[in-house]
């Protein structure tokens, strides 16, 4: 079983380092042009200097049909005569023109990315891999007056088919998917895997023997989330513990939902825990029902059945928003026991001081594998664990790094600090 | 019981109704009374939603019910107008796109189009008993879809943004021991306090995430870490308290705005 | 069989988003997923709906506990739902924005969604007022830090904490309120709530790995339907 | 300071009074006299009214600043992901930044993730632009883009062409050649995106499908829930954070400082924050009194 998903994985794997490595051949050396030949007809404001240093290369990590322009400001731009009002872009496809006017960059800008549009037909088409010129005009107040920069060229657009820039994130991703996939592996192969106990989590089982007892319904909420969130799938797999554990006592569940596919699967869940159980004729299909979407609606729905069917236990486990202050809170009115995980930090504060068991953030999905010792939850929070762990010797490395190099360390200690840039 | 409901929703329902006549005589416009019953039923759903802090009763209810149904057909003529209408029409049929007056879109690929129309045609099965086995795929798009896209996006911004935010400088602008030394002052802009905050932030992070780190007892040092973890965190969390508090206050400002102008009159507007 | 199908649309249709991410060319084809996913959407609001209509149904006919209430919600939803459809009232006709001001649609939303709506939220502001004074106790040292912090966070969003601590001098203005809220927001906050933010990163990260790679099904279900 | 603002102090202050005396002595306070309290503490400051001053703390005056210095003309995207639930926090966020970025000569794109976002959007259309701007026009300095459904679907997609998934405006009209959406092909070309949220789709889902992959400048206006657990992307991610009524206030105070065509103009940020103070006053004394009675009974059982 596992072979199989690593075959696949590694199958992915191979074609995007196939794409990395066509990506890189393709890379084009800058075409540049330092000299600068002013153009001086019709002077009436005394001419701006040209610009300098006019590089045109295909733009990088993109799709095709860019082409990214940099120059050297006018001096008269910023400083001199201060009488340059833009940069004028002028492309062709010869040296020596016809010259379109391709768009006006502000003064003090010195970059420009010209990307045409992609379907041939459209006003000023620019295919890939085709040679194209460049010029920069240096632009005035006296439309009479533009100083003209070198010509730049032949350069050509094309697309890439690995975007570097994401090389980081790419190489990360590698690392972490290995990560889960070997400890996976050692979990199926029947390692045991130490997770720390929770309190919260012993607490289920006594919850449901107490409403055994006062012959109440156990009342449990999947979040507002919807069913492909992760905190709703933890949510699933303590729904299943807590649903076998109703069967064995022939107790009541409720299961309100507030999205139709969370429904379908909580009642895929519940019909499985009762089977488990041995009791398939014991499952009630309506224990498990959609409610509505709306936030305030659904708040106001379970409110409603708290306070008519007073169950001994409310479970709230997954994704909760502004409405987990007054389940907690009306369960308190109904008086029962209260048992919430969530991932979403502001409600945590609430269900502290108002359950009596509260599972911060990830110790939810930390149930969810120590509950069901199934191997891939199992192997999934030893991986992430163990990316904790890497994260918090990187994090105090690059804090180092970044003070060394602030109090004039080596510069390839910058270098490492630049490489967690991740945002483009 | 039943009578005293019956004389009390009665003097419900002559109170607002007295509450519209009065408003729609004193106001103005094109059609005052339509208007001043438009005001009035809002401030009456209003106070049937605060009926609650009593108790749970029957205009809750009504309140209650009726913005369950009103919502999801908001929601579903919203997605209807909004999505499904001018990002599917023009792209399947002319004639409709003509008849609504949107400009058809002549693509090669339009006829990838019947994918999302046959999932979610799929999906709606899920209605049905016999064939809500097939919503599975849709189910599965979904499912693929939300999985490749947060796989990517909590990988960049949440994960590898977060390290290299937490590579802080501990000084500002450093020229030399003397002049860091001669700066310290307990003053908010000070360098001691971007000092300070920094550390937080470092330790913070480091400690918060060894309390989260589950295949260890949490003993020893790392036990110490992990209590540090857990402070840090409960100072979030009273952040979080105290902002949510901000929050709640904040809407019942609004509610209470409306009420005493839009409705009274009693404030300015 | 009844499971390997979805698997492979899944694994798919996730693969092509992430490959697009590190392929500017593949990009179009994550597009066109996108834009599917947002056509499926409405359609996940349309069962939201015809759920809501059934249970609703089966409520009244089976006669169960406020099914009076189960008709409200059905006049309420097919009232919207038609007037919305169908444009009654628009200025516009059939071509016209579904919500401009002055259709009943739009009054429809003014002065029944939004007091509803709004109200129900506003709830919350009495509810934490109780809680406070009968749930949020300094219990153990954990709380009274969460307490401590929860009061000068309160404190420093009004204009009252400025007022409270102005006397303070200049060199010392770090214990100044508005500067305590400021450092307690940005530093343990912004720490706390990064510490939290990776670790959820990382379960989400390899609940998406694991559905890509088939290794979770959850969603789709057992197999034989 | 008037007979109103003392009238409010009085009557709060008696009800603490009482509040406290019961208490010490042992007796229940009903809930519902903790509500009805709570519910004349936000009215009567707005009856009387409670004024104070409002100083921009750095993260709202980065907002304001970045606005400030985009040269006129520059394009902005606002998106309005919320409900009438966050809307008294919200809304006169999403008010005042488009006052200030239309008094600034930018142009605007409106959108909503949420069904409800565009309801909202409305009131911003009908009660701000026509009133303070009557000579802005639509397709040349704002365009209404309207609602889309599919949350981070949509994100993914303006991420990289926001025509395809945006081909009309809210009304029909076709997106293309419209000057203020001039030279946009994504969501990153625009100068600065500003969401205004707090659940989800929100400020969150923006900064992870848009503002990271396309580079983009991004705030946020959020509600105060959702504020705290925004800052670990500031100031990387995020350049600046409006958050909850406070945020409101401040941006308000801010932009009516220095525009002072717009001195008089409606600031519900700002009204909310004298109901607002005495609402903390009062939760603040509720907590310190329910510990009190906690810590004596705990003592009392302990000497028992």
């Known amino acids: ?29 800058p075409v540049s042009d330092t000299l600068a030949v002013a153009d001086t007809a019709a002077i009436s404001v005394p001419a701006p200097l040209p610009v300098t240093n006019l590089i045109a290369r295909d733009k990088p990590n993109d799709r095709g049909y860019g082409i990214s322009l940099s120059w050297d400001l006018s001096p008269d731009d910023t400083g001199g005569t201060q009488s340059v009002l833009g940069y004028r872009i002028m492309r062709s496809t010869t040296p020596d023109g016809p010259w379109d006017s391709i768009n006006v960059a502000g003064s003090g800008d010195a970059l420009y990315d010209h990307i045409g549009p992609r379907h041939e037909g459209d006003s000023g088409y620019f295919p890939d891999h085709t040679d194209m010129y460049y010029r920069v005009d240096v632009l005035t ?191 308190t009115m109904a008086g029962s026991i209260q048992i919430a995980g969530t991932d979403e930090i502001p409600q945590i504060p609430f269900f502290f001081v108002a359950c009596d068991y509260t599972l911060i953030g990830e110790e939810l999905y930390a149930a969810s594998a120590y509950l069901s010792r199934e191997p891939v939850l199992l192997g999934s929070l030893k991986a992430q664990d163990y990316a904790k762990a890497a994260i918090i010797v990187f994090a105090i490395l690059g804090f180092l790094a970044t003070n060394v190099s602030a109090l004039g360390g080596p510069e390839w200690l910058a270098g490492f600090v630049d490489l967690f840039q991740v945002r483009e | 019981m039943r009578r005293s409901t019956l004389i009390g929703g009665s ?215 992990s209590r540090l973890g857990i402070w840090i965190l409960m100072i979030t969390f009273g952040a979080s308290f105290g902002y949510t508090v901000m929050g709640r206050i904040s809407l019942l400002v609004g509610r209470m705005t409306f009420l005493l102008r839009d409705w009274l009159g009693i404030i300015a507007s | ?95 016209g924005q579904v919500d401009a001001p002055g259709t009943p649609f739009f009054d429809v939303y003014t002065y029944v969604f939004v007091p509803v709506g709004a109200t129900m939220y506003s709830l919350l502001a009495f509810f934490i007022a109780s809680a406070s004074y009968r749930a949020f106790r300094a219990k153990n040292r954990e709380a009274t830090i969460l307490l401590i912090a929860a009061s000068i966070i309160m404190l420093g969003a009004t204009p009252f904490g400025t007022m409270l601590t102005a006397w303070i001098p200049d060199s010392l203005d770090i214990f100044e309120v508005p500067n305590l809220h400021f450092f307690l927001m940005s530093s343990p906050n912004l720490a706390g709530q990064r510490a939290i933010m990776i670790g959820i990163a990382l379960g989400v990260i390899s609940y998406s790995l694991r559905v890509l790679l088939g290794v979770e099904r959850s969603h789709i279900g057992k197999d034989g339907g | 300071m008037t007979t109103g603002v003392i009238f409010t102090l009085v009557v709060i202050g008696g009800a603490l009074a009482y509040f406290a005396w019961r208490s010490l002595r042992g007796k229940e306070i009903d809930r519902r006299l903790i509500f009805l309290v709570i519910g004349a503490t936000v009215a009567l400051p707005l009856i009387f009214p409670l004024e104070f001053e409002h100083q921009p703390s750095p993260l709202v005056e980065r907002i304001y600043e970045r606005i400030e210095a985009l040269p006129p003309g520059s394009q902005i995207l606002l998106s309005y992901d919320f409900d009438p639930g966050m809307a008294p926090e919200v809304q006169p966020m999403a008010d005042v930044i488009t006052r200030h970025v239309l008094a600034r000569g930018h142009r605007i794109a409106f959108m909503s993730l949420w069904a409800t976002g565009q309801a909202q959007l409305n009131q911003t259309l009908n009660n701000v632009i026509p009133v303070d701007f009557p000579e802005a026009e639509i397709e040349r300095d704002w ?118 065509q717009f001195a008089d103009m409606p600031s519900p940020g700002r009204r909310i924050m004298g109901p607002l103070t005495m609402a903390h006053i009062v939760i603040l004394a509720l907590i310190v009194l329910g510990n009190v009675i906690y810590f004596r009974s705990r003592r009392e059982r302990g000497t028992a």
């Open chain 4, 143 to 260: 365009v209404n883009l309207g609602f889309k459904a599919g949350n981070e679907g949509v994100l993914r997609v303006i991420a990289s062409d926001l025509p395809k998934m945006f081909p009309t405006d809210v009304e029909g009209r076709p997106t293309a050649g419209m000057p203020a959406l001039e030279g946009i092909r994504s969501a990153g070309d625009f100068d600065l995106v500003i969401s205004f949220g707090g659940g989800k789709p929100g400020p969150r889902e923006w900064i992870l499908f848009v503002a990271d992959p396309t580079g983009v400048d991004f705030a946020a206006g959020t509600a105060a829930v959702s504020a705290p657990e925004l800052y670990p992307y500031y100031p990387n991610q995020m350049l600046g954070l409006m958050g909850g009524a406070k945020g409101a206030a401040e941006y308000e105070t801010a932009f009516m400082g220095q525009y002072e």
């Open chain 1, 1 to 29: 079983m596992q072979q199989k998903h690593f075959w696949r994985f590694v199958i992915g794997l191979a074609l995007m380092t196939m794409a990395t490595a066509l990506g890189q051949s393709e890379a084009d050396p």
């Open chain 3, 1 to 95: 069989m009844n499971r390997t199908l979805p698997f492979l649309l899944t694994f798919i249709v996730g693969f092509t988003i992430v490959i697009a991410t590190f392929s500017p060319p593949l990009d179009r084809l994550a597009v066109d997923t996108a834009v599917f996913f947002s056509i499926i959407a409405v359609f996940a609001m349309i069962l939201g709906g015809g759920n809501l209509v059934k249970i609703n149904l089966v409520k009244i006919t089976r006669r169960q506990r406020d099914w009076q209430f189960a008709i409200v919600t059905l006049v309420g939803f097919f009232f919207v739902l038609i007037i919305g459809l169908f444009k009654v009232g628009n200025p516009g006709g059939v071509t």
């Open chain 2, 11 to 225: 003097l419900v329902v002559v109170f607002f109704l007295a509450a519209w006549l009065i408003k729609g005589a004193g106001a103005s416009g094109e059609s005052p009374y339509y208007s001043a019953f438009l005001i009035t039923l809002a401030a009456f759903l209003t106070l049937a939603v605060f009926s609650f802090l009593y108790a749970d009763n029957p205009v809750y209810k009504f309140a209650e019910h009726l913005f369950v149904g009103v919502s999801a057909a908001y929601w579903m003529v919203l997605g209807f107008w909004q999505t499904l209408v001018p990002n599917l029409i023009p792209r399947i049929s002319r004639a409709l796109s003509e008849q609504l007056e949107l400009e058809y879109i002549d693509e090669l690929w339009n006829v990838l189009y019947v994918i999302p129309v046959v999932l979610g045609i799929l999906l709606l099965l899920r209605l049905s008993r016999k064939l809500g086995w097939l919503s599975r795929y849709a189910v599965a798009f979904i499912v693929g879809t939300t999985a490749g896209l947060n796989f990517i996006a909590y990988t960049r911004s949440n994960f590898m943004a977060q390290i290299s935010s937490t590579f802080l400088p501990l000084v500002g602008d450093w020229t030399s021991w003397a002049a860091f030394v001669d700066n310290l002052s307990l003053s908010a802009t000070g360098p001691l306090a971007l000092l300070m905050a920094n550390i937080v932030v470092v330790l913070g992070v480091v400690c918060g995430l060894i309390y989260f780190f589950f295949s260890r007892e949490h003993s020893g040092t790392f036990g110490m870490a």
């Open chain 1, 141 to 331: 107040a006296d439309p009479g007056v533009a100083v003209s920069s070198g010509v730049v060229g032949p350069v050509q657009s094309r697309g890439q088919w690995f975007n570097t820039a994401r090389t980081v994130v790419f190489l990360f991703m590698i690392a972490f998917c290995g990560l889960v996939i070997w400890f996976v592996t050692h979990a199926r192969r029947g390692k045991d895997l130490y997770v720390r106990p929770l309190a919260g989590i012993e607490a289920v089982d006594e919850a449901v023997g107490r409403a055994t007892e006062m012959g109440k319904p156990i009342l449990y909420l999947c979040g507002l989330g919807d069913a492909a969130e992760v905190p709703t799938i933890a949510s699933f797999t303590i729904l299943g513990r807590v649903a076998k554990r109703v069967a064995e006592y022939q107790t009541q569940i409720i299961v309100p939902c507030r999205d139709p596919i969370v429904m379908t699967v909580a009642q895929e869940v519940v019909k499985t825990a009762y089977s488990d159980a041995g009791r398939p004729d014991s499952y009630n299909p309506d224990s498990v029902f959609f409610l509505t979407i709306e936030q305030f609606a659904y708040v106001a729905g379970v409110n409603g059945i708290m306070l008519r069917d007073k169950p001994a236990t409310n479970v709230y486990m997954g994704k909760f928003y502004a409405e987990s202050l007054i389940f907690a809170e009306t369960g």
